[in-house]
C-alpha cells in the first residue's frame, strides 16, 4: 500500500523559501510512474492545488502562484520536493501530497509564516 509522507519546517519567516518534501514508500511504486500533486489549505479556506509532477518529470505549477513555486524529484530517494519562496503571512496552510495509482494522501504538513 502506498503512503506518503510530508516533511519540513513547521514554521518560516516571511520573505523566506518553504521547502517540502514528500517522501513515497510501500508496495512497488516509484515516483516516475505516477503523477504527484501538492495540495494546501489555508486556515478557513477549501483546498487550494498548487501543482504537479508527471511521471516523466514535468510539473506544471498553478498560475495563482506564478514562478513562486517549484516543483522537483529525487527518484533516488523516492521524494517530491516543493518549493515556495518569498513567502507571507497568507501562505500559512497545510500542505499536502498527493498522488499515486490510487491518489492517495499524505497526512499533510503544517506550516505557519511567522515573523
Known amino acids: 500500500q502506498v503512503r506518503l509522507q510530508e516533511s519540513g519546517p513547521g514554521l518560516v519567516k516571511p520573505s523566506q523559501t518553504l521547502s517540502l518534501t514528500c517522501t513515497v514508500s510501500g508496495g512497488s511504486t516509484t515516483i516516475n510512474a505516477n503523477n504527484w500533486n501538492w495540495i494546501r489549505q489555508a486556515p478557513g479556506k477549501g483546498l487550494e492545488w498548487m501543482g504537479v509532477?508527471?511521471?516523466?518529470?514535468?510539473?506544471y505549477v498553478s498560475p495563482a502562484f506564478g514562478r513562486r513555486a517549484s516543483i522537483s524529484r529525487d527518484t533516488s530517494k523516492n521524494q517530491i520536493a516543493l518549493n515556495l519562496r518569498s513567502v507571507t503571512l497568507e501562505d500559512t496552510a497545510v500542505y499536502y501530497c498527493a498522488g499515486g495509482p490510487n491518489y492517495v494522501w499524505g497526512q499533510g504538513a503544517q506550516v505557519s509564516v511567522t515573523s
Open positions: 509532477l508527471s511521471y516523466d518529470g514535468n510539473t
